[in-house]
């Protein structure tokens, strides 16, 4: 069936690294904008990064410019979020989603199940 | 770019109609027709409830309906169901190519 998988999650020390993957499947991945979304412990959603289809358009939140990047791999049905010198207002549950293929990247209409990212030391 | 403005909470009794508005600015809501409304139970993922304004999804209940005036866009739940609780975000596109959700609203079905 259509779904996406994250996986990377853990608990990181202030300062560090960890690479997300998301696992597409069910679907013609290389068609759709895809993007990565993360809900802090008791808060709201926060949309953070998009790639195009082709890699070609890319955007990031202020709150992550500079330090995660978002990359994809169509061959393998991969999106992936590298992010650097973490902080412990990144904690939180990341979700990719995919954007529902209408007009602009703007509805996602599959999700993840989400992948926990905890920064402390 | 800061987040949507929504109410906190709305509640209202099963069979009962409400509406939860999400207030943007020109470079968000009032910049195009591409404001999206999510419903997230706790310990899941969101759902996509309604998309361009006011389109929804296939399998989604015609109980949902969206609407946009200037740089306010609402969500409105007819014939409030018990299932129906959980919180409820609104998101829009930007003019920078971003997007924006809004802090969320949680409905309690009385």
């Known amino acids: 069936q259509v779904q996406m998988v994250e996986s990377g999650g853990g608990l990181v020390k202030p300062g560090g690294s960890l690479r997300l993957s998301c696992a597409a499947s069910?679907?013609?991945?290389?068609?759709?904008?895809v993007n990565w979304m993360r809900q802090a412990p008791g808060r709201g959603l926060e949309w953070i990064s998009s790639?195009?289809?082709?890699?070609?358009?890319?955007h990031y939140a202020d709150s992550v410019k500079g330090r995660f990047t978002i990359s994809r791999d169509n061959a393998k049905n991969s999106l992936y979020l590298q992010m650097n010198s973490l902080r412990a207002e990144d904690t939180a549950v990341y979700y990719c989603?995919?954007?529902?293929?209408?007009?602009?990247?703007?509805?996602?209409?599959?999700w993840g199940q989400g992948t926990m990212v905890t920064v402390s030391s | 770019q800061s987040a949507l403005a929504q109410p906190a909470s709305v509640s209202g009794t099963p069979g009962q109609s409400i509406t939860i508005s999400c207030t943007g600015t020109?470079?968000?809501?009032?910049?195009?027709?591409?404001v999206s409304w999510y419903q997230q139970h706790p310990g899941r993922a969101p759902k996509l409830m309604i998309y361009?304004?006011?389109n929804r999804p296939s399998g989604v209940s015609n109980r949902f309906s969206g609407s946009k005036s200037g740089s306010t866009a609402s969500l409105t739940i007819s014939g409030l169901q018990a299932e129906d609780e959980a919180d409820y975000y609104c998101?829009?596109?930007?003019?920078?190519?971003?997007?924006?959700f809004g802090g969320g609203t949680k409905l309690t079905v009385l």
């Open positions: 989603a995919r954007d529902n293929g209408d007009y602009v990247n703007d509805a996602f209409d599959i």
């Open positions: 069910g679907f013609t991945f290389s068609d759709y904008f």
């Open positions: 790639i195009s289809s082709s890699s070609l358009y890319i």
């Open positions: 020109s470079s968000d809501v009032g910049a195009y027709n591409f």
């Open positions: 361009d304004v006011s």
């Open positions: 998101a829009s596109y930007t003019t920078t190519n971003t997007l924006v």
